[in-house]
């Protein structure tokens, strides 16, 4: 599986995030997010390249 890349927008280092932190930090910044389907949203755009920004925190695709 591939490695997504996060920070929050205070931040200037990208750190590589774990599912179990990526649901963390979905149900913190938005708890009442349908987590499946952010989840589905964020793993798919990042896969196409796109920087995804939901609330606080931005995820992107680990280009290694």
């Known amino acids: 599986m ?3 890349l ?5 931040e200037k ?3 590589p995030t774990s599912m179990k ?3 963390r930090m979905i149900t913190q910044e938005m708890p009442d997010a349908p987590l499946k389907e952010t989840l589905e949203y964020i793993i798919q755009s990042c896969n196409e390249g796109k920087v995804v ?3 606080e925190v931005s995820f ?3 280009q290694k």
């Open 60 to 62: 992107k695709k680990d």
């Open 13 to 15: 280092v990208w750190r």
């Open 53 to 55: 920004n939901f609330m």
């Open 6 to 10: 996060s920070k929050y927008n205070y």
């Open 21 to 23: 932190d990526l649901e």
């Open 2 to 4: 591939q490695t997504l």
